[in-house]
């Protein structure tokens, strides 16, 4: 470390680029100038939304075996601010008592209205299912494990007032962090790469994901596009398909919602390694002609948004071992190590600063003691994040994996189409 250290002080610029040029191409650009961007925005964010903006809104509870959490779910949404909700509960095939207690809050008027696929079909098949049941014009997919701040729905859909914007995602934090080790490291992730992450690619109309926890649909969007598809990764694929079909998508960072994350490092895995089988699937294979200036649909801001989410997951992961044997062959085992200790130390003065931004920007939601977290993060996001995604991109695009994946029942994957 000492080494390291010296390292960073003696260094010119030029030294500096030839020697961390990774960190000046990936993650310079990525953090340096899109926490900077925020900042400078922050002034002019509106965080009250109009008042006399109060559309009804039909909100679908869709899950599996969710008996547990349904009930608080529930009763966070009945203590929003904005009234005007349609809540259907749609159950996709339980075998524990969601559907049960679901009737009973039907019953006490806390529902309105509780729809059972009968057979677990997959969480793509029970949303489409609910939607021939809502009545209304905009149309919210939450998780039953989600609850919500009093005002998350206000804040929502005050992004939908314009009528060229077919989705906005709201915000999400992470409940459970003080659990584990590994929630607390999630929970860090999630304040820095949705809370301001999607802040920047919103604000530069590339914001590529409404996350399938908390967000809110056009309903004339959702059928010209046919509604959901089958997949592991269908929060992406149906932005994606609103994106081609020439909808925006925006952010709602004052619409708050906190969610449960994996506590264990085999569940963080687990989730991982789905989550990032479907880039390959859907970003690389399905929606590939993105990048086809001569295919009639192509935009330049879905080409941009596509290559945001390949260069910085993607390209970022692969090219990372290949700066490591770069190092290990140019410089030997002692450079390479003290070039390694220095880079660690500047990923997590990086990491430290754009955490301070967040807790600036997020609040309670980004408590300042997670901070002394930060390092420990870091040095787990780059060195074990990064091969799992590695493992994931690789047993997609050699074994397509995703296409054997149990979150989707094996009778509805074996229906879906391969890309």
Known sequence: MESSIALLAQLDLQGFVYLFWHYVIFDLSRYGLSVIAILLAAPWERSSPDPSHRPAVSVLLVGFNEAKALRRTVRSLGEQTHQNLELILVDDGSIDRMREIGGSLRRRGELDRVVSTGIRGGKSSAINMGLEYARHDLV????????????????????????????????????????????????????????????????????????????????????????????????????????????????????????????????????????????????????????????????????????????????????????????????GPYGALTVLGATMLIYILQGLLVYCVAWIMSGPRAPLAYALYVPGQILFSTFVQRGIRMIAYLDEWIFRRSYADPYVPSKVRDAAERF
Do not use: C
């Open 140 to 331: 919210s997919i939450v998780d039953i494990d989600t609850t919500f701040d009093r005002d998350a729905f206000e804040q929502l859909v005050a992004g939908m007032a314009d009528p060229q914007v077919g989705a906005v995602a709201g915000n999400l934090a992470v409940r459970n962090a003080d659990t584990t080790l590994m929630a607390r490291f999630q929970a860090i992730e999630y304040i820095t790469s949705i809370a301001l992450g999607r802040r920047f690619t919103a604000a530069l109309g590339i914001l590529s994901i409404v996350s399938g926890a908390f967000g809110v649909f056009r309903r004339q969007a959702l059928r010209q596009i046919g509604g959901w598809d089958v997949g592991p990764g269908e929060d992406a694929d149906i932005t994606d398909k609103l994106r081609r079909a020439g909808w925006a998508i925006e952010f709602a960072p004052h619409a708050w919602s906190m969610t449960d994350v994996p506590e264990t490092l085999s569940g963080f895995t687990h989730q991982r390694l789905r989550w990032n089988r479907s880039v390959i699937r859907f970003r690389l294979r399905k929606y590939g002609a993105a990048f086809n200036p001569f295919w009639r649909g192509f935009r330049a801001e879905n080409a941009l948004a596509m290559a945001n989410i390949l260069f910085y997951q993607v390209v970022l992961s692969i090219s990372f071992y290949v700066y490591i044997v770069w190092l290990f062959a140019t410089l």
